[in-house]
């Protein structure tokens, strides 16, 4: 699986974006979608998982102003983020795995990253 993200840029707080991610390779739908973030001298964190059956889960800090959706036909994913805020800043990854959960480590797959930066 091959994965491509984008979206990324620089917002104001309050402002949205819309981060894409595709996927190519093995069937898309068969696999649990992730989206990471990693701010500059922290570790990558978890933000928002979609299961192949449509289900969701967001992390507390973004629960509530980003969405994860997914467009199977497409093999895209997307992540909607509302409200920014300056502590949002940080690269963005897109991931898949075999498993909903929110450990990195079982993620097989990883694109390359987009930069979100959110100016106060």
């Known amino acids: 699986v091959q994965l491509q993200a984008s979206g990324g840029g620089l917002v104001q707080a309050g402002g949205s974006l819309r981060l894409s991610c595709a996927a190519s390779?093995?069937?898309?739908?068969?696999?649990?979608m992730g989206w990471f973030r990693q701010a500059p001298g922290k570790e990558r964190e978890f933000v928002a998982r979609?299961?192949?059956?449509?289900?969701?889960y967001h992390a507390g800090s973004v629960k509530g102003r980003f969405t994860i959706s997914g467009d199977n036909a497409k093999n895209m994913v997307y992540l909607q983020m509302n409200n920014l805020k300056p502590e949002d800043t940080a690269v963005y990854y897109c991931?898949?795995?075999?498993?909903?959960?929110?450990?990195?480590?079982?993620?097989?797959?990883w694109g390359q990253g987009t930069l979100v930066t959110v100016s106060s």
């Open positions: 991931a898949a795995g075999p498993y909903f959960t929110a450990r990195a480590d079982d993620y097989d797959y």
């Open positions: 390779g093995r069937t898309f739908s068969s696999y649990v």
């Open positions: 979609l299961s192949s059956g449509g289900s969701t």
